[in-house]
């Protein structure tokens, strides 16, 4: 019944309720990943407690990050199928119960199932669906709606750092623990608040399910108003299921998604030791303790300043075709500033690292959903998110380790700051080099005309050409469709600029009179 009441809209409304999503998105990031952040200030406190090495320990933040990316494709799942209010509500009660848990812990094997995968397994269910969210009620101000939304892991870090360690030595880390567990539970407030909504995309028909004979009449009706990952669904036959379940996850053969991937592994191999390592690398290089939890508070005020500010800058109409290579800006920059990172050993000059480094970390997390549902759409965003997100785990749970590993055998955070910062260097350097081999192979396609005066891009697919001028915006291209036996002659080419919506210039010489009318009638 809750599905037959969602409000329907042509397009994703851009205000209204949609602030309140932003709102829950934002307490969400503060529990999730602001909470996952300061695990790294318990650091010191489970080695010196448990009496283990900086590898063992790193395990802990590693298990939270791994198990809350991994099984991100069933926080997204539960949302489809489901409900995004049910999935958060659920993880929320299973964060609380692992950080409440983990207050008992008498080994860091305890620890390594309460804090790690019970606690990692809660934020998952919470953390992409309401990301996801926020990009079904925004359109043309979605960075800026992702960027205040996002900013929550900054604000809650920079708020939460100074606060734990206070927690730490007033309660002991047993019940700073506790504490955590109990403002964990936050999170089922925040599911509350994500009310959904059904889209006009959401709702269009395969036409291939439609055309099956295993599919009803009443089942093709159903599949004619609700989206393939409608919870209603799931009544339908198998081979239904295993239809709509592939189209939700058919983005990944994309080229565009695939490249994405692959460079999402480098940079979440870069980006995770630094939180973990931040602070005992600033203890080891005789900053106090109260100096290194405030390095990680700077890093979190400047981390919201650059979720807000590279949102709000990539939906200025300049910037917003370049957001992708602003992404890529940004990881760069985040690497490069690893580079720099063991050669600052003294407060004064960690905290232009912290500056520099939070900045750059806001802007590409807040353009990471932006950039994925750029290339994948709004209607397969959850999903695809969930992928992206899964992707960030394996990274996420072997790179604090190794980077423990070569802190006990080189005696330094040397090797581990640089195996960081060209990580994140290559992840953005793979980026670019996609980037400009696509536009080197579209200025490199055969022209259908042998009129040299005006560069064309020419599409193929099977036996239909188009040709459409390069000057043109290829979203504002409106392409006619003619059959390839009309080309045998020169005399018959046809040439299309449209510009505005719906207006075509006729720029060929010869076209016969049938051609030309039938083009006009396609363009209608």
Same mark, same amino acid.
């Given at each position: 019944?809750?599905?037959?009441?969602? &409000?329907?809209?042509?397009?994703?409304?851009?205000?209204?309720?949609?602030?309140?999503?932003?709102? +829950?998105?934002?307490?969400?990031?503060?529990?999730?990943?602001?909470?996952?952040?300061?695990?790294?200030?318990?650091?010191?406190?489970?080695?010196?407690?448990?009496?283990?090495?900086?590898?063992?320990?790193?395990?802990?933040?590693?298990?939270?990050?791994?198990?809350?990316?991994?099984?991100?494709?069933?926080?997204?799942?539960? =949302?489809?199928?489901?409900?995004?209010?049910?999935?958060?509500?659920?993880?929320?009660?299973?964060?609380?119960?692992?950080?409440?848990?983990?207050?008992?812990?008498?080994?860091?094997?305890?620890?390594?199932?309460?804090?790690?995968?019970?606690?990692?397994?809660?934020? &998952?269910?919470?953390?992409?669906?309401?990301?996801?969210?926020?990009?079904?009620?925004?359109?043309?101000?979605?960075?800026?709606?992702?960027?205040?939304?996002?900013? +929550?892991?900054?604000?809650?870090?920079?708020?939460?750092?100074?606060?734990?360690?206070?927690?730490?030595?007033?309660?002991?880390?047993?019940?700073? !623990?506790?504490?955590?567990?109990?403002?964990?539970?936050?999170?089922?407030?925040?599911?509350?608040?994500?009310?959904?909504?059904?889209?006009?995309?959401?709702?269009?028909?395969?036409?291939?399910?439609?055309?099956?004979?295993?599919?009803?009449?009443?089942?093709?009706?159903?599949?004619?108003?609700?989206?393939?990952?409608?919870?209603?669904?799931?009544?339908?036959?198998?081979?239904?299921?295993?239809?709509?379940?592939?189209?939700?996850?058919?983005?990944?053969?994309?080229?565009?998604?695939?490249?994405?991937?692959? =460079?999402?592994?480098?940079?979440?191999?870069?980006?995770?030791? !630094?939180?973990?390592?931040?602070?005992?690398?600033? !203890?080891?290089?005789?900053?106090?303790?109260?100096?290194?939890?405030?390095?990680?508070?700077?890093?979190?005020?400047?981390?919201?300043?650059?979720?807000?500010?590279?949102?709000?800058?990539?939906?200025?109409?300049?910037?917003?075709?370049?957001?992708?290579?602003?992404?890529?800006?940004?990881?760069?920059?985040?690497?490069?500033?690893?580079?720099?990172?063991?050669?600052?050993?003294?407060?004064?000059?960690?905290?232009?690292?912290?500056?520099?480094?939070?900045?750059?970390? +806001?802007?590409?997390?807040?353009?990471?959903?932006?950039?994925?549902?750029?290339?994948?759409?709004?209607?397969?965003?959850?999903?695809?998110?969930?992928?992206?997100?899964?992707?960030?785990?394996?990274?996420?749970?072997?790179?604090?380790?190794?980077?423990?590993?070569?802190?006990?055998?080189?005696?330094?955070?040397?090797?581990?700051? !640089?195996?960081?910062?060209?990580?994140?260097?290559?992840?953005?350097?793979?980026?670019?080099?996609?980037?400009? #081999?696509?536009?080197?192979?579209?200025?490199?396609?055969?022209?259908?005309? +042998?009129?040299? &005066?005006?560069?064309?891009?020419?599409?193929?697919?099977?036996?239909? #050409?188009?040709?459409?001028?390069?000057?043109?915006?290829?979203?504002?291209?409106?392409?006619? #469709?003619?059959?390839?036996?009309?080309? =045998?002659?020169?005399?018959?080419?046809?040439?299309?600029?449209?510009?505005?919506?719906?207006?075509?210039?006729?720029? =060929?010489?010869?076209?016969?009179?049938?051609?030309?009318?039938?083009?006009?009638?396609?363009?209608?």
């Amino acid at each position: 019944m809750a599905s037959s009441r969602r &409000a329907r809209h042509a397009g994703p409304p851009d205000g209204g309720w949609g602030w309140m999503i932003v709102a +829950g998105c934002f307490l969400v990031t503060i529990c999730t990943r602001a909470v996952t952040r300061c695990i790294s200030i318990f650091f010191v406190e489970f080695q010196a407690y448990f009496g283990q090495d900086y590898a063992r320990t790193a395990w802990i933040h590693s298990i939270v990050d791994c198990a809350t990316m991994l099984c991100a494709p069933l926080g997204s799942l539960i =949302s489809n199928h489901v409900s995004c209010q049910v999935g958060i509500m659920l993880g929320g009660l299973l964060a609380s119960t692992g950080l409440i848990l983990s207050s008992f812990a008498t080994s860091l094997e305890h620890l390594y199932l309460s804090l790690g995968v019970l606690t990692g397994l809660g934020f &998952a269910l919470c953390y992409s669906p309401a990301i996801a969210m926020v990009g079904k009620y925004f359109n043309k101000r979605k960075a800026l709606a992702y960027g205040i939304a996002m900013s +929550g892991s900054g604000i809650g870090t920079f708020i939460l750092a100074p606060v734990v360690q206070l927690l730490i030595e007033q309660f002991s880390w047993r019940g700073a !623990l506790l504490i955590l567990g109990g403002f964990v539970l936050n999170l089922c407030v925040c599911g509350a608040l994500m009310r959904p909504i059904s889209l006009k995309e959401d709702c269009k028909a395969a036409p291939e399910l439609l055309e099956q004979n295993y599919v009803s009449e009443t089942e093709k009706q159903d599949l004619k108003r609700m989206s393939i990952s409608s919870p209603l669904i799931k009544l339908w036959p198998h081979e239904c299921l295993c239809y709509c379940s592939w189209k939700e996850y058919d983005f990944l053969l994309m080229p565009g998604f695939m490249v994405l991937a692959v =460079s999402i592994l480098f940079m979440a191999y870069g980006c995770s030791p !630094l939180f973990v390592y931040l602070v005992p690398y600033a !203890l080891s290089v005789g900053v106090s303790h109260h100096q290194a939890a405030f390095l990680m508070s700077i890093l979190g005020v400047v981390d919201i300043i650059g979720n807000i500010t590279f949102g709000w800058l990539t939906d200025r109409r300049c910037l917003k075709k370049h957001r992708y290579f602003c992404y890529l800006f940004a990881v760069g920059m985040d690497g490069l500033s690893c580079l720099f990172l063991p050669v600052l050993r003294s407060f004064p000059l960690l905290v232009p690292f912290s500056f520099t480094f939070g900045y750059f970390d +806001g802007a590409y997390v807040t353009l990471i959903p932006v950039v994925t549902a750029d290339a994948v759409g709004t209607p397969l965003l959850s999903s695809a998110l969930g992928v992206v997100y899964f992707l960030h785990a394996i990274p996420y749970l072997v790179s604090p380790p190794v980077a423990g590993w070569l802190v006990d055998t080189t005696g330094s955070y040397t090797a581990s700051f !640089l195996l960081c910062g060209f990580s994140m260097i290559f992840s953005s350097a793979l980026l670019c080099f996609a980037r400009l #081999a696509k536009k080197i192979k579209r200025t490199h396609l055969p022209s259908l005309t +042998g009129n040299t &005066a005006l560069k064309q891009h020419i599409w193929t697919n099977g036996a239909i #050409a188009y040709s459409v001028t390069a000057e043109l915006d290829q979203r504002d291209v409106e392409f006619l #469709a003619v059959d390839t036996n009309s080309f =045998s002659k020169r005399d018959d080419n046809i040439q299309a600029v449209l510009h505005g919506r719906h207006f075509l210039a006729w720029l =060929s010489m010869g076209i016969n009179q049938d051609t030309r009318a039938s083009c006009e009638q396609f363009a209608r």
